[in-house]
């Protein structure tokens, strides 16, 4: 069982930036689908984008994308969410996800991803 740690959340004004990482031990994210979602507290968590195995194709929500670019390091086995131009409702706690894919899809259900980091804290004020 692999291990998904999240890190780089903070406090930000509207408008500026931060870039999450998300570092994976015990397996390697270039075999995976990996995620990253939101959740504030008492909804639904939300999916923000993912990349397709080997860091394939990215896809991103309608509400994050041309502000959020998800990228990777392959070789340090990371993730990474640039997140610019941020606004006030992009304020939730992020988590970095992993599934398998299933033949080439890995889609943006949470139900589906397997392996979860804890989260880290984005607030923006505007």
């Known amino acids: 069982q692999w291990q998904l740690a999240e890190s780089g959340g903070g406090s930000v004004q509207a408008g500026g930036s931060l870039i999450l990482s998300c570092s994976a031990s015990?397996?390697?994210?270039?075999?995976?689908?990996m995620g990253w979602f939101r959740q504030i507290p008492g909804t639904e968590r939300e999916w923000v984008g993912n990349?397709?195995?080997?860091?394939?194709?990215?896809y991103y929500a309608d509400s994050v994308r041309g502000r959020f670019t998800i990228s990777q390091d392959n070789a340090g086995n990371t993730v990474y969410l640039q997140m610019n131009s941020l606004k006030f409702e992009d304020t939730a706690m992020y988590y970095c996800a992993a599934r398998r894919p299933f033949g080439t899809y890995c889609g943006g259900d949470p139900g589906d991803y397997t392996d979860w980091g804890r989260g880290t804290q984005v607030t923006v004020s505007s």
């Open positions: 015990g397996d390697t994210i270039t075999s995976h689908c």
């Open positions: 990349s397709n195995p080997n860091g394939g194709r990215t």
